[in-house]
């Protein structure tokens, strides 16, 4: 069964830095692209960060470019957010979500156009 943990958000002062972790079970990491996706209050989800490949690649939305670095440690089958020069725009519930390889993408993102599995989602407000 797969299933797709989420931890690590909570109240952070503007300019600060969190990093989200995604535990992942049910499936290994070199066989899915996992991504994250944020919902702000009253917004619909967007899509932020995905690993298209095994090689290292990610891709990143341009409101958070620069900023926030996806990355993965395979031995503990967790990928991870790392968040830095947080805004108060970034305030969202943050999901991972993960879909297999052979999924049907976005040639311009290398993300997949519809995710197969999703976490529960963890919250992260930016305020003063």
């Known amino acids: 069964q797969v299933q797709l943990v989420e931890s690590g958000g909570g109240l952070i002062h503007p300019g600060g830095s969190l990093r989200l972790s995604c535990v992942a079970s049910?499936?290994?990491?070199?066989?899915?692209?996992i991504g994250w996706a944020r919902q702000a209050p009253g917004k619909e989800r967007e899509g932020i960060s995905c690993t298209p490949d095994n090689d290292g690649g990610a891709y990143y939305a341009d409101a958070v470019k620069g900023r926030f670095t996806i990355s993965s440690d395979n031995a503990k089958n967790t990928v991870f957010l790392q968040m830095n020069k947080l805004e108060p725009e970034d305030t969202a519930i943050y999901y991972c979500?993960?879909?297999?390889?052979?999924?049907?993408?976005?040639?311009?993102?290398?993300?997949?156009?519809?995710?197969?599995?999703w976490g529960q989602g963890t919250q992260v407000t930016v305020s003063s």
């Open positions: 979500a993960a879909a297999p390889r052979d999924v049907i993408v976005d040639v311009t993102t290398g993300c997949p156009y519809g995710y197969h599995h």
């Open positions: 049910g499936f290994t990491l070199d066989s899915y692209v």
